[in-house]
Each structure stands twice: as C-alpha cells, then as structure tokens.
T-cell receptor, first 113, second 112 residues
Framework: GESVGLHLPTLSVQEGDNSIINCAYS??????FIWYKQESGKGPQFIID?????DKRQGQRVTVLLNKTVKHLSLQIAATQPGDSAVYFC????????????FGQGTELSVKP | DTGVSQDPRHKITKRGQNVTFRCDPI?????LYWYRQTLGQGPEFLTYFQNEAQLEKSRLLSDRFSAERPKGSFSTLEIQRTEQGDSAMYLC??????????FGPGTRLTVL
C-alpha cells in the first residue's frame, strides 16, 4: 500500500550563518521550556532551557528567547556549523502537571558547507 | 553520552509476543521518564517515576503496557501482546527533581 510520510518543517542555512528556529507552545500555564537537538537514530540531546520568569537566556553559541504574550519560543544558533544539522524540538512543562514534557513538532536544520 | 543507558538498542519481535526494555538513569537522578517517539514526531510522554513511585501515566499507556522501578534506580517497560502499532522508538529520560531531563539513546521496537 501507499505510505504517507510526515514532513517536518525544514530550515536550510549556509555554514557560518546564524539560524533561528521557532516554536509556538500551547499552554499559557507552561512555566518551563527546553530545546533539544536530535540526530538520526539517537535520543534527544539537551541544548538549553528557560523558565517563564525570564525572556532570554544564552549559552555557548545558542540563545533562547521566550515571548509569553504570544506563546512563542525561539532558538538562535550563531555561526551554524555542519555538526548542527539535526532535528530540533522545543518542549514545555505545564505548571502543576507533574514532570512530563510536551514536545512540539520539530524542525529539521540542514547546514550547507 | 548523557549517562542514561537503555537496553536493548533494537528489538524486532512478532506480533503477539511480549517485550521488555530496561533503562538505567543517571545515578543521582530521582526522576525517571518513559516516552515514545514515532517517525517524524516529537516524543510523547508515557509515564514517570519519582524514586520507586509511579506518579503519572498517560492515556497512551494501555493495559498492555506496564512500567516498574522497583528499587528507585533502573526501570523496565514491558509491552504484552505486541501490536504493529507499538512499533516506535522508546525513550527513557532522567532528572533530578524538576530540573532538565536527559535522554538515553532509545530502544527501537519493530513489530512484524
């Protein structure tokens, strides 16, 4: 039978450029957000997190921005490298709903050398 | 390597068989989580433990699924009478309290 593939949003950038990956989250009661990177055949790898009392947090080459007004999260990667090619997921944790993370759809980042 | 290990990494089984997966979390982490991930999707929460207590189970976790964490360290996830729809990557994560969750490499299950 015919198979139907699920196509992730894709972002293609040139090596050395900056990348911005966006995520809309669903629940205004979410108070903790995480970005994960997932390479093919591997588990998600923690990149950076942010709590809802902040609107910006920086790590090494990465910055997360949180806009609670429009429920929007973004991940900025500076000087993108081929090793950054992967699928990126945002995840949210809802206040007082235990420890589970709710993941977004994911964005595939492709870095051209 | 995050320090979370899972075994086996791959499992192929026939429909109707039982399978069991193991997860060893980072040693000082008191919370352990199980997620399931299908192709092209983000991980979906199944269940989590704080120490040996199972605190939450998703509606995705049918009565064919059971998870245990008997001594508050490693955990097992068992699927009874597997179905083709159970084919997925099963991911384990651990954390200390509400802090960031670190994922293992996953167990890829294929049900024929």
């Amino acid at each position: 039978g015919e198979s139907v593939g699920l196509h992730l949003p894709t972002l293609s950038v040139q090596e050395g450029d900056n990348s911005i990956i966006n995520c809309a989250y669903s629940n205004s009661a979410s108070d903790y957000f995480i970005w994960y990177k997932q390479e093919s055949g591997k588990g998600p790898q923690f990149i950076i997190d942010i709590r809802s009392n902040m609107d910006k947090r920086q790590g090494q080459r990465v910055t997360v921005l949180l806009n609670k007004t429009v429920k929007h999260l973004s991940l900025q990667i500076a000087a993108t490298q081929p090793g950054d090619s992967a699928v990126y997921f945002c995840a949210e944790k809802v206040r007082n709903q235990g420890g589970k993370l709710i993941f977004g759809q994911g964005t595939e980042l492709s870095v051209k050398p | 390597d995050t320090g979370v290990s899972q075994d086996p990494r791959h499992k192929i089984t026939k429909r109707g068989q039982n399978v069991t997966f193991r997860c060893d979390p980072i040693s000082e982490h008191n919370r352990l989580y199980w997620y399931r991930q299908t192709l092209g999707q983000g991980p979906e929460f199944l269940t989590y433990f704080q120490n040996e207590a199972q605190l939450e189970k998703s509606r995705l976790l049918s009565d064919r699924f059971s998870a245990e964490r008997p001594k508050g360290s490693f955990s097992t996830l068992e699927i009874q009478r597997t179905e083709q729809g159970d084919s997925a990557m099963y991911l384990c994560a651990s954390s200390f309290e509400h802090n960031e969750q670190f994922f293992g490499p996953g167990t890829r299950l294929t049900v024929l």
